[in-house]
């Protein structure tokens, strides 16, 4: 059997034990208004557009005024209906609103799994995508974020930073090359 | 079978575009560079994901194990292949199994190293690539000049006229935005109708079984999520042991591979979606055999980021197919005598040594030092030409000589100065094939030395 052969004839050749040291970023304190900033600058940086609101409240006026079409999955019938949904019927999707855990300030990346939308094709099938997620929920770098992931906490989960793009013709940069056509981040 | 110098004559031919590729590639390098130096623990990141890889590679069996029993837990079938035959089988009798005859593939070097579109062609199957750059180039039966950017050799008016003639659009346009939003539809119908989904793997994380893919275009996923069936394909030295870890790849890979602050999509693949089936392939082909070697094993930490390439002045002035290799570069420089020494001799040889490779890659790989290993090794083993061999003997024996050294200095000084043009830029000379000789000094370093420290000295002494 090929497991054994190649498990074999790794033990066979591996290196001796080396030794190996974690290392580990120094914890900043880094002010929630700092993270903020360093996170906005990044969406910029890979192409999203942001909004700032000042509550949670305003979340739903503000997307009837601006995304009137949008979708959301908060009403449990409209979450069933697109759980099971095919890729046909989602090809058509869209505006889509979802709501993100959390944020990542040095990339401007925001962490979602599969609570957070119905079917996991929809963040990259919708033609454009809103995320909208609370400012304090913003860490600084990637050591903190994997920190926050419960590992097996979801069957999928994913950063998403930016629209889809490609640069694959001559490095020039396009956005929407499968996905979504657009990225807009709303914090509240 | 031409060498990497004469196919890099062919590259050269063509002067804009090979200025174009060069001076492209190095605005990808001038990204990274500023993309590393935004972060202080830069340095720190890189001895970081150095050494997890040499603890991977040193229990390496133990991790894809626990990968393999996590993996299995979460509801994945796990295949272990020991070589590209065994792997093109098993991929085979899955396409067969799901019965499917509609399969979209997201890049993958190892599919390219097995030589997998090409074996199921042959049977009649058709695998769709779906990154922008790989379909481009499997539409015109290339395989990929760049690792990370594989159709960079191409301009913009050579994609316009293919997908004019692939995908009829209009005559004439070859603007990237109108050209990519071709491809999106055409690809967005092969996603649709999609039974198997393939991809590859950037890490897979032992203590959880998870697969993570990292894509800008989000093709990954498009296929992933659209077709019931997933298969994510790794090589063994893909495993790495911590969730934790991540936190260290991801803060790397991008920065390092285009001066991105991170993928567009970093996908974390636990279980089947509900109601599919995942898969993934394990393979070694050759890999557990090169763990054994002590000088040319570190090339397994390999992360794939391509940013060797787009800093060699080799690479950048002679294109991705003068290597001859489906990994180009230095990195593929030091692969390819691995999986053949006799047909990739010449690789080796295709450096300056400048060590700006070693320089930049995010693992730490000494690749300036295997390059110059791999020389010495094919020399004795006798697989470079007789001429270089005989160049090399001769110039180890005047090297090693002080009469010798000194009497060749002059004859050389004298030979460029006195012998007419034609003598001096001969064939042999290749040197002097596309670039003048330096001007002649008058007299060599030492004996200006000799001269000149005399001279010094006396001013000296009289006080």
New interface residues.
């Given amino acids: ?3 054994n ?3 074999g ?10 030794s ?4 580990r ?1 120094e914890k900043t304190e880094t002010p929630v208004a700092r993270l903020k900033e360093m996170f906005k600058d ?1 969406l910029t ?2 192409g999203a557009a942001f909004s700032e609101l000042l509550g949670k409240d305003q979340l739903y006026a503000f997307i009837n005024v601006n995304y009137p079409d949008a979708l959301c999955f908060e009403r449990e019938e409209v979450w069933k209906e697109y759980q099971a949904a095919s ?2 019927k989602l ?1 058509k999707l869209g505006t889509v609103l979802l709501n993100g855990q959390f944020g ?1 300030a ?4 925001i962490w979602l799994d599969e609570s957070d939308f119905p ?3 929809i ?3 919708a033609r454009e995508l809103i995320i909208s997620l609370p400012s304090g929920q913003i860490v600084e ?7 926050r ?1 419960d ?2 906490g ?19 940069l ?1 956005y ?5 056509v657009t990225l807009t981040v709303v914090l509240y | 079978m031409k060498g990497h110098s004469e196919k890099a004559c062919g590259f050269l031919a063509d002067e804009k575009r090979a200025g174009w590729h060069d001076q492209t590639l190095w605005t990808v390098r001038l990204k990274r560079d500023k993309a590393a130096s935004s972060l202080p623990e830069w340095e720190d990141l890189r001895e970081q994901a150095s050494q997890i890889k040499e603890d991977v590679l040193t229990h390496l069996a133990d991790y894809l194990l626990r990968f393999e029993q996590q993996a299995v837990e979460n509801g994945a079938e796990v295949h272990w292949a020991s070589d590209a035959a065994e792997f093109n089988g098993i991929m085979l009798g899955l396409i067969g199994k799901y019965k499917a005859s509609h399969i979209v593939k997201s890049k993958s070097m190892l599919t390219e190293e097995c030589g997998l579109n090409h074996f199921l062609e042959e049977k009649g199957i058709e695998v769709v690539d779906t990154d922008l750059g790989e379909r481009i180039i499997q539409f015109r039966k290339e395989p990929p000049s760049h690792i990370v950017l594989p159709a960079i050799h191409l301009k913009r008016e050579e994609i316009g006229r293919l997908f004019q003639e692939k995908l009829n659009t209009e005559e004439g346009n070859s603007d990237p935005q109108y050209l990519t939003s071709a491809a999106r539809a055409h690809l967005r119908e092969k996603f649709l109708k999609a039974e198997i989904a393939i991809t590859g793997v950037n890490f897979a994380v032992a203590e959880t079984g998870v697969v993570v893919v990292c894509t800008n275009e989000g093709n990954a996923d498009m296929g992933v999520h659209c077709a019931p069936v997933q298969v994510h394909c790794m090589g063994i030295e893909k495993i790495i042991p911590r969730t934790a870890d991540l936190g260290v790849f991801t803060r790397l890979l991008a920065r390092n591979a285009t001066g991105q602050p991170v993928s567009a999509y970093t996908s974390h693949y636990r279980k089947p979606k509900p109601g599919g089936h995942m898969h993934i392939v394990i393979v070694d082909n050759g890999r557990s055999k090169r763990l054994g070697d002590n000088t040319f094993r570190n090339s397994l930490k390999c992360i794939r980021c391509g940013a060797c390439m787009n800093t060699c002045p080799v690479y950048r002035r002679s294109g991705g197919y003068s290597y001859g290799y489906l990994i180009p570069g230095p990195i593929g420089s030091i692969l390819a005598p691995v999986a053949d020494a006799r047909n990739h001799a010449d690789l080796p040889f295709a450096s300056s040594l400048c060590m700006s490779c070693t320089n930049v890659c995010p693992v730490k790989i000494d690749i300036d030092h295997q390059l110059y290993k791999w020389r010495q090794e094919l020399s004795e083993r006798k697989l470079v030409s007789p001429f270089k061999r005989l160049i090399m003997k001769s110039a180890g024996k005047i090297l090693a000589s002080n009469a010798w050294y000194n009497f060749s200095g002059r004859m050389a000084r004298w030979v460029v100065k006195n012998l007419p043009r034609k003598l001096v830029y001969h064939p042999v000379n290749v040197w002097g094939k596309e670039r003048e000789l330096p001007a002649v000094p008058r007299e060599s370093f030492k004996e200006w030395y000799k001269h000149n420290a005399q001279k010094r000295r006396t001013p000296h002494e009289q006080e």
């Fill in positions: 059997m090929s497991r052969k190649i498990i004839m790794i033990r066979q050749n591996a290196p001796q034990s080396g190996f040291s974690v290392w970023k990044n940086r890979v890729p046909d090809d990542v040095e990339n401007g990346a079917n996991r094709l963040p990259f099938i770098d990637m050591h903190q974020a994997y920190e992931i590992p097996i979801s069957g999928f989960g994913l950063f998403i930073s930016g629209p889809s793009k490609t640069a694959d013709i001559e490095q020039s396009v929407g090359a499968h996905g979504p």
